[in-house]
Structure formats: structure tokens, C-alpha cells
């Protein structure tokens, strides 16, 4: 076993709730706006960091959307929300309600031990 470590993941839960702005435009305005005004600005800053995005406005008022952002240390992550915050995404088309960061299975890496999942088939 390696005693090395590297530095993990990490996985950020933006939580955001949108904008009369955002909603006021088409759904193909929407994507270009994401295509056009989001995705350069993280592309030109950052790499390592991969998205995708979930729609929670059917069962939740004061969270409309949640993007799951996960990248390969603590420092793109920082440079991705440093870009994110250059975008009218960032509180203009979204408003940005918590942000909750982690690394999955930390306590394992800390421990020294399996992770446990419940992962069925």
C-alpha cells in the first residue's frame, strides 16, 4: 500500500434558485446563453472540472436547481467559482442559495479504511 497521498476530489452542491431574468427567456435562449455567456469563461480559466445539472423546482420553492460540479483538486474548484462569479449565471440569472462542498468518502482516506456503499445490483 502506498503511503503517498493525493489530494481528492471535490464535489460542490450549488444550490440555486433563478431569476424573473432567466425565466423571462426561451428555452433555446437559455442554452445559448449557457453556451455562449458560461461555458468559454470556464474553459478559458479552468480545467479538471466536470458538471451536470438537476432540476428540483418541482418539489422545492426556494431551490430551483442544483449543479454538481466536481473537480479534480481544491484549487480548480476555487478557479471554477472564480469564473462561475465573472458569468451573469452568478446571481443575475441564478441566485446562488448555499453552496456545500465535499470530498467523497473523506472519513475513509482519514481512517485508513474500506467506504462503505450501499450500492445494490
Given amino acids: 500500500m502506498s503511503t503517498e497521498q493525493t489530494e481528492a ?27 455562449t455567456e458560461v461555458v468559454p469563461v470556464i474553459k478559458g480559466k479552468v480545467t479538471g472540472v466536470t458538471s451536470r445539472f438537476y432540476d428540483t423546482e418541482f418539489y422545492s420553492a426556494r431551490v430551483t436547481d442544483v449543479w454538481v460540479w466536481e473537480a479534480r483538486d481544491h484549487h480548480a474548484y476555487q478557479l471554477l467559482i472564480d469564473a462561475l462569479r465573472e458569468t451573469p449565471f452568478w446571481d443575475r440569472y441564478f441566485e446562488v442559495v448555499d453552496l ?20 445494490t445490483a
Fill in 9 to 35: 476530489p471535490v464535489t460542490a452542491f450549488i444550490l440555486v434558485k433563478t431569476t424573473p431574468e432567466w425565466l423571462a427567456m426561451s428555452p433555446q435562449e437559455r442554452v445559448d446563453a449557457f453556451t
Fill in 100 to 119: 456545500l462542498v465535499g470530498s467523497e468518502n473523506g472519513y475513509a482516506r482519514t481512517y485508513g479504511v474500506d467506504a462503505v456503499t450501499t450500492i
